[in-house]
């Protein structure tokens, strides 16, 4: 180990240390872990209800937030709010999809798009007004702090769960939809839901439970990401315009493509952030531009 | 005959209120807040500025030279093109006077820009970049509560004689982030100590984590914090995560106020160096404005409020001694009173238009120091006026000679 460590010293690549390459990589993966979790509830919203949904980046705050008052009002700690937060975000999502979202299927795209838009903007007023935006401290659960020392970087124990947690939490809904019998009702609800309707499939219960599902998976990333920045009201706002380039790089609704994309506009802004960092909030946009003039469809995407 | 006199002088006096008032324009008084309310500076001003005004305005009893004193505000976006088209409307259809608070370097530097062509006053509390002072100051232009001049000799002064002799950069990529970065770089410079590197990233990132291994590995002692809001509280926040503090290396937040410490919480600021013009518990003075402040915000003032309580209040001060709110006598006015009230007690405006001030160092306390609600600084010292502001000869306005 110590010998590696020795060479990784004496190599360079692009005029950095290897080191230093090795340990770009992987903060980019974590950056990564994130995207891939919204950008998949995004991406299974949309492949099954048609609905862009504008307001995830607020529920990504949502859940956050959750994570936050469950501990400083009810002293509930970091690991039952993983599974307690992405259930009320979840929950939410579901009387949102009910009352409101259901009653635009039948209608131009764009309401369900300005609708969720709006829901997005209510409810980061309603943080700021009442928590402002320096955000407020939520810290590593006890379990996970410190960190290890991989030899070519200082690894905080927490972000290498996040790692970890993501990839979990992104393959086994990737393998829901793709490989259960639950899934294959919701694939094929989005091919055709009146075929599926008269074999007795109920539809509409199907879409409102993906909706609380997507809502879920993102307040699932809100507590992950609730030690790792401030938990303020425009952490949403911040990371949700990037998931949906990675969205239509990915190819819209497809959901692995969602997964791999984030992972790799992840590594891809990661590298941007040592080369020239200026750039490093414009470079998912320049590949998704060159994507979308390559191929249209984004890269996993079928053409329609 | 003599009686007569005193009789027309009573008279005269008497009526002097609602005869100066025609010197008011428009009959009344309107000052405008113009700053960041939704963004990553939202608490570091934020409508909390706002509310200062409306509170210096009351505490001024409502009206000047009896007319009615109105606070109007807005939010720029930090975008220089949206702050300009607000201040011309305001200067233009909507009988704005002056604008103040103005957070945001590059905003600032705009609008100070409209003020100047429409000879109208401009107040900056909010943004730090010493240009507006400089360069591009203006004979209407005033800067109050801090500059990058200020927080690099305060914060970057007390690392340096720490020994903090090598510093690598993070900056926020536009003119606040340069302005801060290069006055510190020039007083660790000229102190025998170097810059080993900068990174420069854009405003409002979320992920720290990669500018801060890249300081990490550069083997600097101080890593420079240029940036602030919410920035600053995010970077604070990962650099604990990664064991930067523990590896040896001190962090220099070079813009951090009482907002942001509040929002990270002791835990993970304790121990944070940092320089404000002004902090609640200082005296009794401040104690006062800071509890009817908290009163009516839930939240204590930083520099920046209470700054901007102190720019509305001196320019009213200064509307009534002039006995006119126009532009020239008014600027006079503010050029050459002194400033004492809440804010600072031995304020001195230069011809600049620099408002030098004592400034203060203070340390972040440790969660167990911290005995009440709100208490989270340890005072270090106090850096007089003229060392924290650079002078109207060095500050290179060319009006300042006038």
Sequence with gaps: MKCWVYDGAMTMIFGIPVQAFLGQLLVGLINGSFYAMLSLGLAVIFGLLRVINFAHGALYMLGAFIGYLLLTRFGIGYWPALILSPLIVGGFGVVVERLALSRLYDIDPLYGLLFTFGLALVLEGVFRYYYGVSGSPYSVPPLLSGGTNLGFMFLPNYRGWVVVASMIVCFGTWALIEKTRLGSYLRAATENPGLVQAFGVNVPLLLTLTYGLGAALAGLAGVLAAPIYQVSPLMGSDLIIVVFAVVVVGGMGSILGAIVTGYMLGLAEGLTKVFYPEASNLVVFVIMAIVLLVRPAGLFGRDA | ?402
């Design chain 2, 1 to 402: 005959m003599k009686l007569s006199y005193l009789v027309s002088a009573a008279l005269l006096a008497a009526t002097a209120m609602p005869a100066a008032a025609a010197e008011i324009s428009d009959g009344k008084v309107k000052i405008g807040i113009l700053n960041d309310q939704s963004g990553v500076y939202a608490d570091f001003g934020g409508k909390w500025s706002a509310e200062a005004a409306k509170m210096a305005v009351e505490d001024f009893g409502g009206k000047v030279q009896g007319a009615p004193v109105e606070i109007v505000s807005a939010d720029h976006q930090n975008k220089p093109d949206i702050a300009s088209n607000i201040a011309r409307q305001w200067y233009d259809t909507e009988q704005v006077d002056s604008i103040m608070e103005l957070t945001t370097s590059s905003v600032a530097l705009a609008v100070q820009g409209i003020s100047k062509e429409k000879k109208k006053i401009d107040i900056v509390t909010g943004a730090a970049t010493t240009e507006l002072t400089g360069k591009q100051c203006s004979p209407y232009g005033f800067h109050w509560a801090y500059d990058t001049h200020s927080q690099a000799v305060g914060t970057g002064g007390a690392l340096v004689q720490q020994g903090g002799d090598s510093w690598f950069f993070v900056t926020v990529d536009y003119a606040f982030g340069y302005s801060l970065k290069e006055q510190t770089a020039k007083f660790v410079e000229s102190h025998g100590g170097k810059v080993v590197g900068e990174v420069r990233y854009p405003l409002g990132s979320t992920d720290y984590s990669s500018f801060l291994l890249q300081a990490q590995s550069s083997g600097a002692k101080v890593i420079g914090l240029a940036n602030a809001g919410l920035d600053t509280s995010n970077s604070i926040k990962q650099a604990a995560e990664f064991g930067i503090v523990q590896g040896g290396q001190r962090l220099a937040a070079l813009l951090f106020t009482l907002a942001e410490v509040h929002g990270l919480g002791l835990e993970a600021a304790q121990g944070v160096v940092l320089t404000e013009g002004f902090y609640w518990d200082r005296d009794d003075k401040s104690r006062e404005f800071a509890q009817r402040f908290f009163k009516r915000t839930n939240r204590m003032p930083n520099m920046i409020q209470a700054a901007t309580y102190s720019a509305v209040t001196q320019y009213l001060k200064a509307i009534d001694q002039a006995g006119t709110d126009g532009t020239e006598a008014v600027a006079k006015e503010l050029h050459s009173m002194p400033v004492n009230d809440v804010f600072t007690a031995n304020g001195k405006v230069q011809p600049d238009g620099n408002m030098v001030h004592d400034m203060y160092l203070y340390q972040v306390k440790s969660p167990s120091e911290s005995t009440k609600e709100w208490d989270y600084y340890k005072p270090l010292a106090t850096i007089p006026g003229n060392e924290a502001f650079l002078s109207a000869k060095e500050s290179g306005c060319p009006t300042a000679g006038e």
